[in-house]
T-cell receptor
Framework: NAGVTQTPKFQVLKTGQSMTLQCAQD?????MSWYRQDPGMGLRLIHY???????DQGEVPNGYNVSRSTTEDFPLRLLSAAPSQTSVYFC???????????????FGSGTRLTVV | KNEVEQSPQNLTAQEGEFITINCSYS?????LHWLQQHPGGGIVSLFM???GKKKHGRLIATINIQEKHSSLHITASHPRDSAVYIC???????????FGTGTRLTIIP
């Protein structure tokens, strides 16, 4: 199993450009989520999904869109990038009510995004 | 919204020392998670707790639901334990995670 795969690892965007951060998991996890990590602020939930066709907003959803057409994929779209969206983005997944290894969540390796 | 606080923010210790990192939260939860983030940035899930205590190798995690408090202990610490340790909680009834800001641990040989 590959776990959670995030692409790209690094991206530089100009203000106003759009892009999609990809997240895919091959573990048949129902729950998938996106977080951003900023210095001094910790990780914050952007959007999450409890299954195909079901998404909901987290703590900081503005400026981001998501969709979940399959169990495996949960892309994050930036419609019009702003410098405030410069951050490190993580995708994570887990099975409901099930311990995966010693813990609950599997994280992707992250995407470092810079908006200039 | 749940407030999650960790202490200390930074911790430097000698190799072999016993390490304790604390986490407190403000409202009831369905589960608490301890995560480890290495200098390279990757995040690994260490424990998921809803009650009691769990042990994995040299790591031990405990939770006191009544006091809304959890601790992560590392026995016989080693330089490879140097990382940021993050506490996160699931709100009751949903899967939303709220994170603490992390504890940066440095173990000196």
């Amino acid at each position: 199993n590959a776990g959670v795969t995030q692409t790209p690892k690094f991206q530089v965007l100009k203000t106003g450009q759009s892009m999609t951060l990809q997240c895919a998991q091959d573990m048949n996890h129902e729950y998938m989520s996106w977080y951003r990590q900023d210095p001094g602020m910790g990780l914050r939930l952007i959007h999450y999904s409890v299954g195909a066709g079901i998404t909901d907003q987290g703590e900081v959803p503005n400026g981001y869109n998501v969709s979940r057409s399959t169990t495996e994929d949960f892309p994050l779209r930036l419609l019009s990038a702003a410098p405030s969206q410069t951050s490190v983005y993580f995708c994570a997944s887990r099975r409901f009510m099930e311990v995966y290894g010693p813990g609950g969540y599997t994280f992707g390796s992250g995407t470092r995004l810079t908006v200039v | 919204k749940n407030e999650v606080e960790q202490s200390p923010q930074n911790l430097t210790a000698q190799e072999g020392e016993f390490i304790t990192i604390n986490c407190s939260y403000s409202v009831g939860i369905s589960a608490l998670h301890w995560l480890q983030q290495h200098p390279g940035g990757g995040i690994v899930s260490l424990f998921m707790l809803s009650s009691g205590k769990k042990k994995h190798g040299r790591l031990i995690a405990t939770i006191n639901i009544q006091e809304k408090h959890s601790s992560l202990h590392i026995t016989a610490s080693h330089p490879r334990d140097s990382a940021v340790y993050i506490c996160a909680v699931n709100e009751r009834g949903n899967e939303k995670l709220t994170f603490g800001t992390g504890t940066r641990l440095t173990i000196i040989p």
